[in-house]
Structure formats: structure tokens, C-alpha cells
């Protein structure tokens, strides 16, 4: 029979381990909010000043927003 102690520890590590997983939604919420809001910013402003290379920049700023997220599942992992 499994003691009581060898119970708690397990339930311990699986709180845990769900709070973990919880925090990982919730920063990847945050930053992707963050990363839209830059590159619509960004974009905005742009076009406030009808840039010629506004279409190549804001490409760039895509391409950085995808491998923020990129970077943030692989830390998490």
C-alpha cells in the first residue's frame, strides 16, 4: 500500500505541474497580444507616413512576431 506521505508528494508534483502548463497559456496570451500590438503600431505609423517601404518592413515585423512564438513554446517545453 502506498503511504500517505508518497500520496501528498505526488499530488504536490501535480499541482505543480498543472500550474505550469496554466502559467504557459497565459504567457503566451500575453505576448502574443503584445506582438500584434507592436506590429499594428508599427504598421499604423507606417502608413501614417506612406512609407515605400512599409509592405518590407512590416513583412520583417511578421516574420519577428512568428519566431517570438517560436521562441517562447520552445522555452516552455
Known amino acids: 500500500m502506498v503511504s500517505l506521505k508518497?500520496?501528498?508528494?505526488i499530488f504536490l508534483v501535480w499541482r505543480y505541474y498543472q500550474m505550469s502548463r496554466n502559467a504557459m497559456?497565459?504567457?503566451?496570451?500575453?505576448?502574443?497580444?503584445?506582438?500584434?500590438?507592436?506590429?499594428?503600431?508599427?504598421?499604423g505609423g507606417q502608413m501614417m507616413k506612406n512609407s515605400k517601404q512599409m509592405?518590407?518592413?512590416a513583412g520583417k515585423a511578421m516574420h519577428a512576431v512568428g519566431d517570438l512564438f517560436e521562441n517562447v513554446q520552445y522555452m516552455f517545453k
Request: aromatic letters at 4%.
Open 25 to 43: 497559456g497565459i504567457i503566451k496570451g500575453v505576448s502574443g497580444g503584445l506582438a500584434a500590438g507592436m506590429a499594428v503600431g508599427f504598421i
Open 55 to 57: 509592405k518590407k518592413k
Open 6 to 9: 508518497c500520496l501528498n508528494m
